[in-house]
Nanobody
Framework: QVQLVESGGGSVQTGGSLKLSCTAS????????MGWFHQFPGKEREGVAT???????TYADSVVGRFTISRDNVKKMVYLELNNLKPEDTAMYYC?????????????????????????WGQGTQVTVSS
């Protein structure tokens, strides 16, 4: 079992910035594919960004150029920097983890933005952007 705890959410005005953090309980953190997702009220959870074990990143089109995902394997943390925030970014943000596959001796992540492909989830942190 991997426990994930998010922090860093809050309320900002349009154009503001926040940095979300997610701490993982596993000592095998470097073997996990990590992702950030958001969920709007009454909507399905959607992928925002993913980062593989090799640091490769993918982003949803709506956040390209504004959000940055990163990880620190020593601290067992993954981050999401949110810049130039818009009211439509208002949502609960979740961190998720999935063990990497090992193929031919290499760790492989699907780099998926699909929530069903992640096993472990945090409780979420709220981001509210006012106009």
């Amino acid at each position: 079992q991997v426990q994930l705890v998010e922090s860093g959410g809050g309320s900002v005005q349009t154009g503001g910035s926040l940095k979300l953090s997610c701490t993982a309980s596993t000592n095998e953190f470097s073997n996990y594919c990590m992702g950030w997702f958001h969920q709007f009220p009454g909507k399905e959870r959607e992928g925002v960004a993913t980062i593989g074990t090799d640091g490769y990143k993918t982003y949803a089109d709506s956040v390209v150029g504004r959000f940055t995902i990163s990880r620190d394997n020593v601290k067992k943390m993954v981050y999401l920097e949110l810049n130039n925030l818009k009211p439509e970014d208002t949502a609960m943000y979740y961190c998720a983890a999935e063990p990497a596959l090992v193929l031919a001796g290499k760790k492989v992540c699907a780099m998926s933005l699909i929530p069903l492909q992640y096993t472990y989830w945090g409780q979420g942190t709220q981001v509210t952007v006012s106009s």
